[in-house]
């Protein structure tokens, strides 16, 4: 029972000493109202105002914390404050700055240099995974021979692993059991990793964990695997993808239920033989810098003479005139994808003749993968499922690409024809589930 009045007796203390302490800085307040009127008369003041201010907000930080405890908040202030919060606003600012020229936070340039050395830090550490576990399957498994008389390649992009739309899975495998190209790639975005995206996301909408989407996406990739077996196959890394290159270099608890830490073993790149375009230099601090570094990624092959032919990237240029403008950067033939719209332009120069660009729609179910941020119907956006076919003659230089259609119920290539199944059909409308 002592020790019971003990505490209330302390409690009561405090609270008196906290109530005159306010009463005291009321009384300060009254005391110093004038001063704003004494400043506009008088700006030489304000260096001496600023200062007293400055020393106020310290005192009202050392409060003992058996008493409030540091604090330099507005509302601290306010109670226990000896001067008017509108000579801050005078003098200072913005509350922030207030703190800063009080020594209580670093000043802006300290910070900058702290959040420069952060970057750079954690842009080394990403350089070294990439280095580790990226890079050195940058280009591996090679076996396109471009002194073929005819080399074909089957290119798709955008798949969205969750969102990779189960006709156009079907009649990709398809076309490539019937027509065995020579390479097949897989032109960026293959996975979509939304939970390590900043953009804003339907909550719930994309029910997957980190694991079973590489899971969906390395299936996928060892089905195509067995459908062109003696195929050439490179990912070119695109933005999506490169987001688990950056998240995992962090190491943070939420990808400790991965089942490696290391890329190329969470994606089985050596068991599928499959190879990466992997250009990027990984090494970049800001994300001006990062937006560039992805944009290294391309693969150019070269015809029989050894002069740049066709190029696969996944596409760093957008807008309306994104495949015109990946044409002029490259001034090959080529293809991109990421912005989920079939597009052919031509240009080229006396040097190079005509070429011509093709970007491809993409093998995600465009209403599925734009559900969460595209508004109104996603027609009007002209993205639609497709991927293209590409014959390289590069001894003459001749280029021939057909492109296989994926509409929502029939896909057409050549004289194939294919329908959906209402499985297929079923499994669309799983896609759109909140």
């Not at 990793?193 to 994309?206: A, E, N």
């Amino acid at each position: 029972m002592s020790q019971s009045k003990s505490k209330q007796t302390a409690a009561q203390k405090r609270d008196a000493t906290i109530a005159e302490m306010m009463s005291k800085a009321a009384s300060a307040r009254e005391k110093n109202k004038h001063l704003i009127q004494k400043l506009r008369k008088d700006p030489s003041l304000a260096d001496e105002v600023r200062e007293r201010l400055c020393v106020d907000l310290r005192r009202g930080f050392s409060l003992p914390r058996k008493l409030l405890g540091p604090s330099a908040s507005r509302r601290r202030y306010r109670e226990h404050g000896h001067f008017s919060e509108e000579l801050v606003t005078i003098l200072c600012g913005s509350w922030a700055e207030f703190k800063r020229q009080a020594g209580i936070e670093d000043k802006l340039a300290v910070k900058q240099v702290e959040r420069n050395v952060s970057k750079t830090l954690r842009a080394q550490q990403v350089a070294e995974y990439a280095d580790q576990y990226v890079k050195p399957w940058d280009g591996a498994y090679d076996s396109l021979d471009m002194q073929e008389e005819c080399v074909t390649l089957a290119i798709g992009s955008d798949f969205h692993s969750k969102y990779l739309d189960p006709f156009g899975r079907r009649v990709w495998l398809d076309v490539l059991r019937d027509e065995q190209p020579c390479g097949v790639r897989y032109n960026g975005d293959g996975p979509d990793f939304p939970s390590l995206s900043t953009h804003r996301q339907l909550p719930g909408h994309f029910m997957l964990s980190l694991q079973d989407e590489i899971d969906v996406w390395t299936q996928f990739m060892g089905e195509s695997r067995k459908a062109a077996p003696d195929a050439d196959h490179k990912w070119i890394l695109g933005n999506h993808d490169m987001r688990l290159v950056y998240a995992m270099a962090d190491a943070a608890p939420i990808y400790s239920s991965l089942r490696s830490h290391a890329f190329n073993e969470l994606f089985n790149l050596d068991a599928l033989e499959i190879g990466l375009i992997a250009r990027s230099t990984f090494l970049n601090p800001s994300a001006r810098m990062k937006k560039t570094d992805i944009a290294q990624n391309w693969e150019t092959l070269l015809d029989a003479q050894g002069l740049p032919f066709w190029t696969t990237v996944h596409g760093f240029l957008c807008g309306q005139g994104a495949p015109t403008k990946h044409l002029q950067k490259f001034m090959t033939f080529g293809t991109n994808g990421h912005l989920h719209d079939e597009r052919v332009v031509s240009g080229g120069s006396l040097a190079t003749g005509v070429l011509r660009w093709y970007q491809t729609g993409c093998m995600a179910w465009p209403r599925a993968v734009g559900a969460s941020y595209i508004p109104g119907p996603i027609e009007a956006t002209g993205w639609g499922m497709q991927f293209i076919l590409v014959h390289l003659y590069p001894h003459s230089r001749h280029v021939q690409v057909e492109p296989v259609h994926i509409g929502e119920n029939i896909a057409t290539f050549r004289d194939s024809y294919w329908e959906i199944t209402s499985e297929e059909l079923a499994a669309r409308e799983e896609m759109m589930e909140v």
